[in-house]
């Protein structure tokens, strides 16, 4: 399992009975986390004093629980970025932690790669590898289906100090939006997506992956560049492996572009345990 060993002002502290104890700069928050299927003994005594919790409804959705005041917004670092802490009306708070090791390997393989690097991020959210990407020294165009998310990149972005680097924003269906720079002649050194299990687009398209990810992923193979040096495809959705992701990689993109291809859980250490909680998977194409 791959994970970051690199965060400070975030930190997984404990897991239990379907919930997660974190620590966000100095706020702690109590999440749902449906792979937590053990009960352990909830020793941590923050358990007993977090900022608030977020409690999942019966018929969908949800709503915080709040003990202590907490800001609508906070910021936290990694490394040399700044995010935008925000917690949402559906448990998150816009930034997904495991993340951060596929921050770094595309920013690694940005950094040792000579010439221009174009780097297109798919379902890029609130645009924490947008920035990582930037701050690498990438071209990047960030692409989103919520307007809301992509101004919350923008926030990031100003915050970490790339603002002004070369970046597009689109508030786009990520599909539609490919196609049409396969159209106009655009290619792209490397691709980062995180496709949703199931979302909608702006103009109500219905997107579920286990339907649709092999021939998005044919579709996107057409606007990678003959110089093209990664692809990071992450999933969260439980039924779809890491090796199903590799396989895809491997067919669509290993056999027309050669490199290598590999695949693996992602997770965060857990302080109290010092084992790692599981958070998505993560397949991986590299020249």
């Given amino acids: 399992m791959r994970n ?7 930190e997984l502290l404990d897991t239990s009975s379907g919930e997660r104890l974190e620590r966000w700069g100095d706020i702690i928050l109590i999440r749902p986390d449906p792979q937590v299927i053990w009960n352990t003994e909830r020793r941590n005594p923050l358990w007993r004093s977090a900022h608030a919790r977020y409690h999942r409804s019966n018929t969908g959705g949800g709503k915080w629980q709040v003990y202590k005041r907490i800001p609508d917004s906070w910021q936290i670092r990694y490394r040399d970025l700044t995010f935008n802490v925000k917690p949402m009306g559906f448990k998150h708070t816009g930034i997904f932690p495991e993340q951060a090791v596929n921050w770094d390997l595309a920013s690694d393989i940005i950094r040792d790669t000579d010439g221009e690097m174009n780097v297109l991020n798919l379902f890029g959210y609130t645009g924490c590898a947008t920035i990582s990407a930037l701050k690498a020294g990438a071209n990047v165009c960030h692409v989103d289906a919520s307007k809301g998310m992509v101004a919350w990149a923008k926030e990031n972005a100003a915050s ?3 603002i002004d680097r070369p970046v597009r924003w689109i508030v786009d269906d990520c599909g539609k939006f490919v196609a049409r720079e396969i159209r106009r002649g655009r290619r792209y050194e490397g691709i980062i997506m995180d496709p949703p299990s199931y979302g909608r687009g702006p103009s109500g398209e219905i997107w579920k992956l286990e339907e649709q990810l092999y021939s998005f992923v044919e579709l996107c193979a057409g606007v990678l560049s003959d110089n093209a040096r990664f692809v990071i495809l992450n999933s969260y959705t ?28 992602i997770g ?14 993560t397949a991986i194409w590299r020249r």
């Fill in 4 to 10: 970051t060993e690199f965060w400070s002002d975030y």
């Fill in 160 to 162: 970490s100090g790339v």
């Fill in 238 to 265: 439980t039924g779809l492996s890491p090796s199903v992701m590799e396989y895809i990689l491997g067919t669509v993109i290993k056999s027309r572009f050669g490199g290598t291809v590999s695949s693996d859980e």
């Fill in 268 to 281: 965060l250490p857990v302080t109290d345990s010092g084992l790692v909680l599981p958070c998505g998977s």
